[in-house]
């Protein structure tokens, strides 16, 4: 069985092979989050529509595993709805999104120095809410 500690993990690690992939790979990152690129619904009725659907799912799956674990975090102490683990993990995305932008855009380093120190305090300060909730548990 699954821990709550599991869990957090798994999302820790989830969220650093995110940041290190955009970092490590910033141009396809780039073409793939941050460009205006044909997305699904641009291909429905064409010879496409096939191989669009197969990277929305793709694209799903790693969102609804994401979501799956902040809904087993969040499920620790009430059974919160579906929607809400969902919205996290959107929301959890959407800042881990703005790192990577901010870094490969060499925004972040104009106004910071960005050690490694610094890349790990922000994607684990992305965690705080679910750490929160583990040590609701341990307490």
Excluded: C
Excluded at 74 to 101: C, D, F, K, N, Q
């Amino acid at each position: 069985e699954e821990t709550l500690l599991d869990s957090v993990d798994k999302l820790k690690q989830l969220t650093r092979a995110y940041f290190d992939f955009g970092i490590q790979n910033a141009e396809l990152y780039e073409i793939m989050f941050t460009r205006n690129t044909p997305k699904f619904s641009d291909y429905l009725g064409t010879r496409l529509e096939p191989a669009a659907i197969i990277e929305k799912q793709a694209a799903i799956r790693v969102l609804d595993l994401t979501g799956n674990l902040i809904h087993r975090i969040m499920s620790v102490h009430s059974e919160p709805p579906l929607e809400e683990a969902r919205y996290r993990a959107i929301y959890h995305w959407t800042s881990l999104h703005g790192i990577v932008s901010l870094y490969n855009s060499r925004v972040s380093q104009e106004a910071i120095d960005v050690t490694e120190e610094t890349i790990e305090k922000l994607t684990d300060d992305l965690l705080l809410p679910f750490m929160a909730e583990l040590n609701r548990t341990t307490r």
